[in-house]
């Protein structure tokens, strides 16, 4: 099982993927400060949008209505490429999806985004009732994922680790991504939001390998 990482040779390769990330968490202070801009929410934006759209960040993150991905980084129309299921887990649609922000839209940076209280790592820690056939296929894919990490049985380590194991999955199963992150064309995030704090909290980069590193933003701020 893929382990964390010594420091990331390509870390530093897709500077457009880290000035994205970097801008993503200046939008999300903005909102921790209450002083979000709403950027890019006119009628006039819809209408320039109609000719085409150029995102600047994929973002896999929970269906859970507690986590409106656009509000948590202060952006607007056409600013962020979406995709959204219970547990952001990885499923081929979920690739697919990620594969054509990338492909199509020349996205350069993916975040996997997790969140404290996600009911449906809960239904994988902890299973109870019936699931229907569909949701217990999704619930499986968790478990799976969640039963590679070295973790105790604790829900808030589970929550924690499901972005990060998302993430790992969805490298495992797209040779684009792969091929992108080792060219440094992409940059792959995870990220946990904190529903007490409402505070995002950056895990740390995925390489090629399915490797965890430091996450950048993290990294940069322990040595300002």
């Known amino acids: 099982m893929p382990q964390a990482s010594a420091p990331d040779p390509h870390a530093h390769s897709c500077r ?43 973002i896999l993150s929970c269906a859970d209505s507690r986590v409106p991905v656009e509000l948590l980084f202060d952006a607007g129309f056409g600013d962020l ?25 020349g996205v350069p940076l993916v975040l996997v985004m997790g969140h404290e209280g996600c009911g449906a790592v809960t239904a ?15 619930v499986r894919t968790i478990r799976q994922g969640l039963e590679e990490a ?14 990060i194991q998302s ?26 939001y904190t529903l007490c704090r409402g505070e995002i909290e950056w895990l740390g980069a995925i390489d090629a390998q399915e490797g965890v590193h430091p996450g950048h933003l993290r990294r940069s701020r322990s040595a300002s």
């Open 124 to 138: 994988a820690c902890q299973p109870h009732g019936t699931l229907t056939p569909e949701l217990h296929e999704l």
């Open 16 to 58: 457009k993927g880290l000035a994205h990330l970097q801008q993503l968490d200046a939008g999300h202070q903005r909102f921790l400060n209450g002083q979000s801009e709403h950027p890019h929410a006119t009628s006039e934006r819809l209408k320039h949008l109609v000719q085409g759209q150029h995102p600047i960040a994929a």
């Open 167 to 192: 993430a790992r999955h969805l490298v495992r199963g797209s040779a684009l991504i792969r091929e992108r992150i080792a060219t440094g064309h992409l940059l792959v995030e995870a990220a946990y």
């Open 81 to 105: 490429f979406v995709v959204r299921n219970a547990g952001n887990t990885c499923t081929s649609a979920t690739i697919a999806s990620l594969e054509y922000g990338i492909q199509a839209l």
């Open 150 to 163: 070295p973790l105790n049985a604790e829900l808030p380590t589970a929550f924690r680790q499901n972005p």
